[in-house]
């Protein structure tokens, strides 16, 4: 299993494509991606992005059910630092953590075998 950060600011770009080219061929293909500072995005370039990752992101995963996940790494430190609960989770943080959670605990088996 991989977690690839990505940057929101420059999605996609070259850099990006060829880190995620490397992982497939390291044969790499239980990934998450990780899409950070979203909290720079307005609502509709969000929209726009999250369709654009679908489409380039989803297919590069072996990952069932969510693997793309946009999330805002400042809105998660500055939260937990003011213990502001509802800005960690608008952040996505949790969201993540619990998708990685879930996915190594349903495939701790394999991983020990």
Known sequence: MALLVLSCRAL???ADLALIESAAQLGLTEIFFVCNHADGLSPEDMKGLESRC???LRPRTTIPGQAVFFVSGRWALEGAESQDLALVQRSGIDELRCA???YVSSNRDRATA
């Open 54 to 56: 679908a489409a380039l």
């Open 12 to 14: 996609a770009s070259k």
């Open 100 to 102: 990685i959670t879930d």
